[in-house]
Nanobody
Framework: VQLQASGGGLVEAGGSLRLSCVVSRRPQNYGPMGWFRQAPGKEREFVAAIDTWSNTPHIADSVKGRFTISRDKTKETMYLEMNGLKPEDTAVYYC????????????????????WGQGTQVTVSS
């Protein structure tokens, strides 16, 4: 699977961005898709994931209420709608996917995802 993320940029605090991730094929066996981010000097952090079996979203507590994950199956594209952006949201955002379902409790683990996009930079100014 190849993933292509886009939509990052520079935005003022309180602003919004929508990231997109186009996948070359649908994950097999209803594998999940997700977004992670990595700020300089920090570990890669889970942001959100979507269960492609039920289309159920899972959102990290740090962005809950501000970020929304969705998926357009007809376009094989996943989105991350980010509102109320804060300077601490500044990071490179990566989309990821895997074949095969996993437990909900494992959706936030980067090591569970086999396929990764190249990342898109999001910078939030104060």
């Amino acid at each position: 699977v190849q993933l292509q993320a886009s939509g990052g940029g520079l935005v003022e605090a309180g602003g919004s961005l929508r990231l997109s991730c186009v996948v070359s094929r649908r994950p097999q066996n209803y594998g999940p898709m997700g977004w992670f981010r990595q700020a300089p000097g920090k570990e890669r952090e889970f942001v959100a994931a979507i269960d492609t079996w039920s289309n159920t979203p899972h959102i990290a507590d740090s962005v809950k209420g501000r970020f929304t994950i969705s998926r357009d199956k007809t376009k094989e594209t996943m989105y991350l709608e980010m509102n109320g952006l804060k300077p601490e949201d500044t990071a490179v955002y990566y989309c990821a996917a895997r074949d095969g379902r996993i437990n909900t409790s494992s959706l936030n683990r980067a090591g569970q995802y086999a396929y990764w996009g190249q990342g898109t930079q999001v910078t939030v100014s104060s």
